[in-house]
């Protein structure tokens, strides 16, 4: 995997529509969260989004169509094929408002364009291999000696019963910061085996780990403390402003009435695509009914017209009929 990420694509930072970034994301995570889809997908799809946009202007009404994409290639290459959403099923988040041959048409943009090397790790990919080596038994009772001399701390910091409990808790907390580093745009050049090993450092920080980096995570991830800092800081301070803003929609939800529909994903779920038939439906009902009133032939019409405004002249030409 080392010898794999140095053949990422680097980023030149030249794409002039990063403030559609952060909705595109969110698009992303939707779908992943919806159809359970592994967390590497989700990063790898970022990875061929940012890369796809900073070589090409995309129009605004076509970022969601790139954004999927990258979503249904990632998932094909992290993903079992039985979890493998369809481009029709994907495409209910954008109201049905994209073609297959668009698709299509993207698909094989960003395939020309990463010259079928899709395979690429990922700094999720790398946390997942390290998420049951990073805490050891040392840090377990280092931890439980430090609450035990300071229990005053004990507000601050669990009392874990045994590892495996810490353990699962400080690897919970590890994913959700892997996820942290998608949103900083400045780590998309960063190796992902430095910010993995970033967001362990974080995690053992922010969860009071007495020794933040030892030897042993320096021989388990080939990185020294004084490499990893510099990100760990901007990990830790995008953790408690999401953990702060998480508190505040919860304050806010609870002050309000929730309804079926209420919830971005339950809007984006089922009811929609029922009203989007209705839709079409009666346009077609009211596009029949525009058409019967043609169905007769004109010329009748003026025939009959004809005959009705000018009786004399019917009468005279019957008179003169020599059949008659």
């Not at 990258?70 to 993903?79: G, T, W």
């Not at 990919?125 to 009772?141: G, I, N, T």
Request: proline share 6%; with cysteine.
């Amino acid at each position: 995997m080392k010898e794999s990420e140095l053949r990422r694509r680097p980023l030149n930072f030249w794409s002039t529509q990063l403030d559609h970034r952060p909705k595109l994301i969110q698009l992303c995570q939707l779908v992943t969260r919806t159809y359970k889809l592994s967390r590497c997908a989700l990063h790898l799809s970022i990875y061929y989004l940012d890369r796809f946009m900073d070589s090409y202007t995309i129009r605004a009404d076509k970022l969601q169509l790139a954004a999927l994409t990258c979503m249904k290639l990632a998932s094909q290459i992290e993903n079992m094929d039985a979890f493998v959403p369809r481009y029709s099923q994907m495409n209910r988040f954008t109201k049905d408002c994209y073609t297959p041959f668009e698709y299509k048409a993207v698909e094989r943009k960003v395939l020309t364009f990463f010259k079928f090397e899709l395979i690429r790790p990922t700094t999720a990919s790398f946390v997942e291999m390290l998420a049951c080596r990073f805490l050891a038994q040392d840090d377990y009772a280092a931890y439980n000696k430090k609450l035990d001399d300071s229990p005053e701390l004990e507000d601050t910091y669990p009392r874990f019963n045994s590892f495996e409990k810490m353990l699962a808790a400080l690897a919970q907390l590890l994913l959700r910061m892997t996820d942290y580093t998608l949103n900083v745009h400045r780590f998309s050049n960063a190796p992902p085996s430095l910010l993995a090993a970033a967001c362990i450092a974080a995690v053992r920080q922010v969860s009071g780990v007495p020794k933040v980096w030892t030897p042993y995570l320096t021989e388990l991830t080939s990185y020294t403390q004084h490499m990893v800092e510099p990100y760990v800081d901007i990990i830790i301070l995008y953790h408690y402003y999401q953990t702060a803003a998480d508190v505040d929609v919860q304050k806010q939800s609870e002050n309000t009435w929730h309804s079926p529909d209420s919830g971005f994903e339950e809007q984006l779920s089922a009811p929609q695509v029922e009203v989007v038939s209705v839709e079409v439906e009666t346009f077609n009902i009211i596009t029949v009914q525009l058409q019967k009133p043609c169905k007769q032939p004109p010329a009748l019409k003026r025939s009959h017209l004809i005959i009705c405004e000018d009786p004399e002249s019917k009468r005279l030409k019957t008179d003169n009929d020599p059949q008659t």
